[in-house]
Structures are given as C-alpha cells and as structure tokens.
C-alpha cells in the first residue's frame, strides 16, 4: 500500500467536506456517538497544520485532527477516520501515530487524551501509554464538552453529570511517562 501519510497543509483543504462526511457516514453506520464538525473547522485544522491526512493519489484514505483545551494543558486527538475501502490494513495506527508525534511536537507537556467507543482505537491508544481514565481526570473545558453534543450519546453524559457514557476516556500524561522511564533507568 503507498499511502503518503502527512501534515495536512492548505493544499489539502479541498477534501475537507468529503472527510466530514466520511466521519459522519461511518458514526451513522456504527450506531455509535461523534462529535460533528463542519468543513470549515476541518480546513481551519488544516491551515494551522493540527491534522494528518492520509491520500493514495488524490483519494482520501483516512484522516485526523489534533485540539487543545484549558489552555494547551490537554490535547486530543480527534475525528480519526479511515476510508472503508483501506480498512483493516493498519492504516488507523500509522495515522494515529502520526497524530501521537504531532500532538507531542506540538504540545510537549500538554496531557494526551480521547473519547472513543471503538475498540481498535482503545488498543491503539493504550499502545502509545494512553489509560483508561475517569472523565474527571480529562480537561474541564466547556468548550471540549460542548462538542459533545452533537452525539446521540450525550444524554447519557449529561444525565450523569459528566461521570458517565458510553464512551471510554484515555489519558496519556507525560510526566506519568516520565516518572516511568527515570524509575526504569535507576535500575
């Protein structure tokens, strides 16, 4: 497979729309919850080289945007989407790592973080030291949770007061990662 896997730029803006309908299109298909985004904020992701795309030619393969939230202190991963033609090939991971290293450039003491139902998405996570967490442990910034409404889920999360939903968040924080490795060292 020769898929070119990068930094989306401005170039890549045309496909904006055909990824937000790839996006919705495989929620709908799954049954299961997605923050909805429009084009213009996938453009926008785009033009501020905060996503990854993944093309074979001029076919969008599969995508995914970074975001931060209370002020750069956590970063999440976001909108991770593959063509269902290139689906189970391990295209998701090498898009995911691409977005890991990103978010890492970026944002190197930001704490990493997602919502996900997906299971393959849960091992990918947790093979980059990502945890499973509570959702108190994951940003409080209204802004993120307002995302969330858009979800078919949402109900659940509110009803709950945050504590709860169908989703699972995943934490990946630097200093637990570092503690980690200097404990390895001193062996």
């Known amino acids: 497979m020769a898929i070119d896997i990068q930094v989306a730029n401005e170039d890549h803006t045309k496909y904006a729309s055909k990824i937000v309908t790839m996006i919705e299109d495989a929620a709908q298909k799954r049954g299961t919850g997605i923050a909805k985004r429009k084009p213009e904020y996938i453009v926008q992701k785009m033009q501020e080289g905060k996503a990854i795309i993944a093309l074979d030619g001029e076919i969008v393969a599969g995508f995914c945007y970074i975001e931060s939230w209370g002020h750069d202190k956590y970063v999440a991963n976001s909108g991770l989407i593959v063509n269902e033609d290139y689906r189970?090939?391990?295209?998701?991971?090498?898009?995911?790592?691409?977005?890991?290293?990103?978010?890492?450039?970026?944002?190197?003491?930001?704490?990493?973080?997602?919502?996900?139902?997906?299971?393959?998405?849960?091992?990918?996570?947790?093979?980059l030291g990502y945890r499973p967490v509570t959702f108190s442990e994951l940003t409080d910034d209204e802004s993120f949770w307002k995302g969330c409404q858009s979800c078919v889920n949402y109900d659940i999360l509110t009803r709950t007061e945050r504590k709860h939903c169908l989703c699972t968040g995943m934490l990946m924080d630097p200093e637990v990662d570092k503690k980690r490795d200097d404990s390895k060292s001193e062996k």
Do not use: D, Q, W, Y
Not at 91 to 111: D, V
């Open 88 to 127: 189970g090939k391990g295209l998701s991971k090498e898009i995911k790592n691409k977005a890991f290293e990103l978010s890492r450039s970026k944002f190197p003491n930001a704490k990493l973080f997602g919502l996900t139902t997906s299971l393959p998405v849960m091992k990918i996570n947790s093979a």
